[in-house]
Protein backbone atom coordinates (compact mmCIF):
# COMPACT_ATOMS: atom_id res chain seq x y z
CA UNK A 1 0.00 0.00 0.00
CA UNK A 2 1.24 3.36 -0.74
CA UNK A 3 2.68 6.00 2.41
CA UNK A 4 -0.24 8.87 2.26
CA UNK A 5 2.24 10.89 1.62
CA UNK A 6 2.10 8.79 -2.06
CA UNK A 7 -1.46 9.51 -2.43
CA UNK A 8 -2.17 12.20 -4.63
CA UNK A 9 -6.22 11.77 -6.10
CA UNK A 10 -8.98 9.11 -5.26
CA UNK A 11 -10.92 7.56 -7.84
CA UNK A 12 -14.57 8.26 -6.56
CA UNK A 13 -17.22 5.97 -7.71
CA UNK A 14 -20.55 7.79 -7.25
CA UNK A 15 -24.81 8.21 -8.09
CA UNK A 16 -25.63 11.29 -9.38
CA UNK A 17 -28.46 11.30 -6.22
CA UNK A 18 -25.09 11.48 -3.88
CA UNK A 19 -24.05 14.74 -2.58
CA UNK A 20 -20.27 13.67 -3.00
CA UNK A 21 -18.32 17.01 -2.53
CA UNK A 22 -20.41 18.22 0.33
CA UNK A 23 -19.22 14.54 1.82
CA UNK A 24 -15.63 15.75 1.52
CA UNK A 25 -15.57 19.47 0.75
CA UNK A 26 -15.46 21.48 -2.50
CA UNK A 27 -11.44 22.07 -2.62
CA UNK A 28 -10.31 18.37 -1.81
CA UNK A 29 -13.03 17.14 -3.96
CA UNK A 30 -11.16 18.57 -6.57
CA UNK A 31 -8.74 15.94 -5.95
CA UNK A 32 -10.73 13.02 -7.00
CA UNK A 33 -11.35 10.77 -10.53
CA UNK A 34 -15.20 11.27 -10.09
CA UNK A 35 -16.67 8.19 -11.92
CA UNK A 36 -21.07 8.04 -12.40
CA UNK A 37 -21.34 4.25 -12.39
CA UNK A 38 -25.04 4.65 -14.24
CA UNK A 39 -23.01 6.79 -17.17
CA UNK A 40 -20.09 4.18 -17.28
CA UNK A 41 -20.34 0.33 -17.14
CA UNK A 42 -17.10 -0.28 -16.32
CA UNK A 43 -17.20 2.01 -13.37
CA UNK A 44 -20.24 -0.03 -11.76
CA UNK A 45 -18.58 -3.08 -12.84
CA UNK A 46 -15.48 -1.77 -10.67
CA UNK A 47 -17.60 -1.14 -7.72
CA UNK A 48 -19.48 -4.57 -7.66
CA UNK A 49 -16.11 -5.76 -8.12
CA UNK A 50 -14.85 -3.97 -4.54
CA UNK A 51 -18.17 -4.28 -2.48
CA UNK A 52 -18.90 -7.83 -3.40
CA UNK A 53 -21.47 -7.77 -6.19
CA UNK A 54 -22.98 -4.34 -4.88
CA UNK A 55 -22.76 -1.31 -6.52
CA UNK A 56 -22.44 0.57 -2.96
CA UNK A 57 -21.74 4.08 -3.53
CA UNK A 58 -19.35 5.95 -2.15
CA UNK A 59 -16.79 3.55 -3.04
CA UNK A 60 -13.47 5.12 -2.84
CA UNK A 61 -9.95 3.55 -4.17
CA UNK A 62 -7.13 5.40 -2.77
CA UNK A 63 -4.03 3.90 -4.12
CA UNK A 64 -3.97 0.05 -3.95
CA UNK A 65 -6.94 0.68 -0.99
CA UNK A 66 -10.38 0.93 -2.01
CA UNK A 67 -12.92 1.42 0.87
CA UNK A 68 -17.10 1.69 0.63
CA UNK A 69 -18.84 3.82 2.35
CA UNK A 70 -15.53 5.83 4.05
CA UNK A 71 -15.60 7.71 6.97
CA UNK A 72 -15.98 11.10 6.21
CA UNK A 73 -12.99 12.48 8.74
CA UNK A 74 -10.85 9.65 7.18
CA UNK A 75 -11.12 10.31 4.24
CA UNK A 76 -10.55 13.91 4.05
CA UNK A 77 -7.63 13.52 5.88
CA UNK A 78 -6.24 10.85 2.96
CA UNK A 79 -6.99 13.41 0.71
CA UNK A 80 -5.29 16.30 2.82
CA UNK A 81 -2.01 14.51 3.61
CA UNK A 82 -1.32 13.53 0.00
Not at 1 to 16: F, G, H, I, N, V
Not at 37 to 62: C, H, K, Y
Amino acid sequence: MPRKSELSSADWYEKPAIAAPAYIGGRLARRAHWVDIWQDPAGAAAVRAIAGGNETVPTVVLGDRAVVNPDRAWLREQLRSS
